[in-house]
């Protein structure tokens, strides 16, 4: 459990990093006795900072850091469900679900994984669908993170050729990829590059389906 002077130390840590930082990523679950309002308090210190946040948490932290209104979220279509108490089940209700949350919370992109079925982005006039090739998985553990790492890579990709948040294709063709490489690799949250690049040509996206 975590004491009160170390989630200090590690939030003045992170804060010194923010500032020339790209994207502050956010993902996984708090440690055990850390606030529930620590990882909105990283996204108040980027929006500081003008730093873009992806945040990639469902729980108590992540639900309470929604309010302080997150650049991208990353969450599957159960999670979606739980957060606006709608239907899931079909791509049209998963869109009307996901522009509730950007609606609601001031968020650019909603990026929904939905495991072997692929993932599908929704930004407020865009929407994207990228479809998974049919692979034989060795180890899936770890293949959220690395979506999530891929997305990131994607965003910092695109944004810097263009507009910021003008592309969710390539953050999603590039986080589907990695996912799906980790899914290849006996290790959690690893894959092999050369796994990596063969999946981004073999990954297709359907615009605005």
């Known amino acids: 459990?975590?004491?009160?002077?170390?989630?200090?130390?590690?939030?003045?840590?992170?804060e010194r990093l923010i500032g020339p930082s790209r994207?502050?990523?956010i993902s996984g679950t708090a440690v055990e006795g850390?606030?529930?309002?620590r990882y909105a308090d990283f996204i108040d210190c980027a929006h500081r900072c003008q730093t873009p946040?992806?945040?990639?948490?469902?729980?108590?932290?992540?639900k309470r850091a929604l309010l302080s209104s997150p650049d991208i979220l990353k969450i599957n279509a159960d999670e979606l469900a739980d957060l606006t108490g709608r239907k899931t089940g079909t791509f049209d209700e998963r869109k009307v679900a996901a522009l509730h949350l950007i609606d609601t919370y001031g968020l650019h992109w909603v990026i929904i994984t939905l495991g072997a079925s692929g993932a599908e982005g929704f930004a407020a006039s865009q929407s994207v669908r990228v479809e998974l090739p049919s692979?034989?998985?060795?180890n899936s553990i770890g293949a959220g993170d690395s979506f999530t790492a891929g997305v990131a890579a994607g965003f910092i990709d695109a944004n810097e050729a263009s507009e910021p948040f003008s592309n969710i294709e390539t953050a999603g063709i590039m986080g589907a990829a990695a996912g799906t490489a980790n899914c290849l690799d006996i290790k959690p949250g690893r894959f092999d590059y050369s796994t990596y690049r063969e999946f981004l040509d073999r990954i297709g996206t359907i615009d605005n389906p």
Do not use: C, M, P, W
Not at 1 to 14: R, Y
Not at 53 to 62: I, K, N, T
Not at 135 to 138: G, H, N, Y
């Open 53 to 62: 946040v992806l945040l990639d948490s469902y729980r108590v932290h992540g």
């Open 34 to 37: 850390e606030a529930d309002e």
């Open 1 to 14: 459990k975590v004491t009160s002077a170390e989630s200090a130390e590690f939030f003045n840590h992170v």
């Open 135 to 138: 692979i034989q998985i060795v």
């Open 23 to 25: 994207l502050l990523v």
